[in-house]
């Protein structure tokens, strides 16, 4: 079990992420009411997004601190809890998918999620790093940054949902379908590609069916790296669906792909729109991938070990 001071435990939730925007005025009492059944007082900050991260550096000296938001909220708060020193992170899945919290074995029901906190361990993953930029997750340029965009502006021109707005975004990209030239280089990896989707994932994503999406450990050491081939917008639905099911060939399917500590992204554009977590961001190239070897502290459930989750070899308790 993590060394929980009697003190209040200092949670910041990120109150425009999906689930928590959803909870609207009873966003306070729900995260407290799910702490106190398990035992805990809190000291709660409800913040926009923008004020997440400058929050977790002010509260570098808490042991535990809580984050409730999505993959991209965590992302930018797991970076700025490893660079002002701080202890382990505890996640509440707030945000509108949550993967990383899955992968951790977190459960999606806030008051077992707090109760997971309570009673949790500590367990090292990596953190991936492009430009000094950190993501959980997945990084990607191409395609689906600019179905982010196109969807975002959507829902601001028309108040709706984002789900709802995914669906003409995903046409309007199909519709434009861009081509990217980048150079790839790092151990192992040395390719000039014409990709309409470059996808990076902290850690190994496998393409197995039944399994396609998933990651084999959190602690590997290792990005995995996948450039789709160029093809047709036809060719590009039926990929997709493809991929979904499984049945993706690796060899006609691909540009290229392979797993390294490292690497560079070189383009003709001095700048590329990248998205990390979900996240869309403007960056200069070229972009410098890397991890940081178990460099972030999480909470998982105390019986993660004996699950069937992505985590890797458990760490010891705090």
Request: hydrophobic share 45%.
């Amino acid at each position: 079990m993590p060394s929980l001071e009697l003190g209040p435990l200092p949670v910041v939730v990120n109150r425009s992420g999906g689930t928590a925007a959803s909870l609207g005025d009873s966003l306070g009492d729900t995260v407290r009411s799910a702490f106190a059944a398990a035992g805990r007082r809190i000291d709660l900050h409800l913040v926009d997004g923008e004020g997440v991260d400058a929050l977790v550096r002010g509260l570098a000296s808490a042991p535990i601190l809580v984050i409730g938001g999505g993959d991209g909220t965590i992302g930018g708060a797991a970076q700025a809890r490893v660079e002002s020193g701080g202890g382990a992170l505890g996640i509440l899945p707030l945000g509108t998918r949550n993967h990383l919290a899955g992968e951790l074995g977190i459960p999606s029901d806030l008051t077992a999620a707090a109760a997971a906190i309570v009673a949790g361990s500590v367990r090292h993953i990596d953190l991936a790093m492009v430009n000094d930029t950190a993501f959980v997750n997945n990084a990607s340029v191409g395609l689906y940054p600019l179905m982010v965009r196109w969807r975002d502006a959507e829902r601001k021109r028309k108040g709706i949902p984002k789900w709802l707005a995914t669906l003409p975004a995903t046409w309007a990209t199909l519709r434009r379908l861009p081509h990217h030239r980048l150079r790839l280089r790092g151990e192992g990896i040395a390719e000039a590609v014409v990709t309409p989707l470059l996808f990076v994932g902290n850690n190994r994503y496998t393409l197995e069916r039944g399994r396609v999406g998933k990651r084999v450990a959190l602690d590997d050491g290792l990005l995995s790296v996948f450039a789709v081939g160029a093809r047709s917008r036809l060719g590009m639905v039926w990929f997709a669906l493809r991929t979904m099911l499984g049945f993706s060939n690796p060899g006609r399917d691909f540009a290229a792909i392979g797993d390294c500590a490292a690497f560079t992204v070189s383009s003709p554009s001095a700048t590329i729109d990248i998205a990390l977590d979900g996240e869309v961001r403007r960056m200069a190239t070229p972009l410098m991938f890397s991890l940081r070897r178990r460099g972030l502290a999480v909470i998982v459930p105390a019986d993660a070990r004996s699950q069937d989750v992505c985590t890797g070899a458990g760490d010891s308790a705090a």
